[in-house]
């Protein structure tokens, strides 16, 4: 499917210079966002995952229908201050500025075998940090998976040692 005719694109969002890639017009396509999500399966099934893990908050939309068309669990990794019970957290840098991200410590076992799922890959700032807490934990991080990859920033470069997978790429 041609997933990018269903993008939206946004200049000048959330700040000049910036052409944002609104997915919320794909995620309303009843067919194009049950294929997506079957593409995503199809890539990873087979792969023994236990638990997806998304990020705050459009890997939410994404990681929970994988998690459960791999009859896997869901993590949700959240902003500070959103986790109730005790966490690990990291910090990190976003291209305007700083972060930090939390996921419970007991989300992950050692050795669990973990889809990282999110929507952007752009700097890999989030998707590196996520990384850094999977490990903490002790999961086996298995492939990271994005709808969308914007190569000219170079995210992949802060994931190196991962399985990267994104079905839609801009230069």
């Not at 890999?124 to 940090?129: D, E, F, I, L, S």
């Amino acid at each position: 499917m041609d997933y990018k005719s269903f993008i939206r694109e946004v200049p000048d969002f959330p700040k000049p210079g910036i052409l944002f890639y609104d997915i919320t017009t794909l995620l309303k396509d009843p067919i194009c966002f049950r294929s997506m999500i079957d593409d995503l399966t199809r890539k990873y099934e087979g792969a023994g995952i236990t638990k997806v893990v998304g990020m705050e908050s459009r890997g939410f939309i994404l990681g929970s229908p994988l998690a459960y068309q791999l009859n896997a669990g869901f993590v949700p990794v959240r902003k500070p201050g959103k986790l109730p019970a005790d966490v690990f957290e990291v910090k990190y840098l976003l291209e305007y500025g700083s972060n930090s991200l939390s996921i419970h410590r007991d989300a992950i076992q050692e050795g669990e075998s973990v889809l990282i799922v999110d929507d952007l890959l752009a700097t890999g700032g989030t998707a590196a940090a996520t990384v850094n807490l999977i490990r903490q934990l002790g999961g086996k991080i298995i492939g990271v998976g994005f709808l969308v990859e914007l190569l000219g920033l170079d995210g992949r470069k802060k994931l190196n040692g991962c399985d990267i997978h994104s079905l839609i790429a801009y230069d």
